[in-house]
């Protein structure tokens, strides 16, 4: 069993900022790429970020210059510092992350985090 769990969601307003974390933990034998996707009411699930388990990472056009994506390798967590949110920003951040499981050495499942919720007041 694989769990994801997220935290740091909150309200806060236009200009602020907001740390996202996402942990990853059960039979992990190893963990590939680790994202952040979000969803707005009424809008599609979309990519925010991602980083390979060597650290490139690439993003959205909408968050670039803004958020930063990073993860601790040993701590099989990864983070999204979010800077300068616009109201716009405002949805449900999920973590995903391409794990191996100890048992199923030879597939990478996808994983999701149950979601976070981040408000941008204007």
């Known amino acids: 069993q694989v769990q994801l769990v997220e935290s740091g969601g909150g309200l806060v307003q236009a200009g602020g900022s907001l740390r996202l974390s996402c942990a990853a933990s059960?039979?992990?034998?190893?963990?590939?790429?680790m994202a952040w996707y979000r969803q707005a009411p009424g809008k599609q699930r979309e990519l925010v970020a991602d980083i390979t388990s060597g650290g490139s990472a690439q993003y959205a056009d909408s968050v670039k210059g803004r958020f930063t994506i990073s993860r601790d390798n040993a701590k099989n967590t990864v983070y999204l510092q979010m800077n300068s949110l616009k109201p716009e920003d405002t949805a449900a951040y999920y973590c995903?992350?391409?794990?191996?499981?100890?048992?199923?050495?030879?597939?990478?499942?996808?994983?999701w985090g149950q979601g976070t919720q981040v408000t941008v007041s204007s």
């Open positions: 995903n992350a391409i794990i191996t499981t100890i048992a199923t050495r030879n597939l990478r499942l996808s994983y």
């Open positions: 059960g039979s992990i034998f190893s963990i590939n790429t």
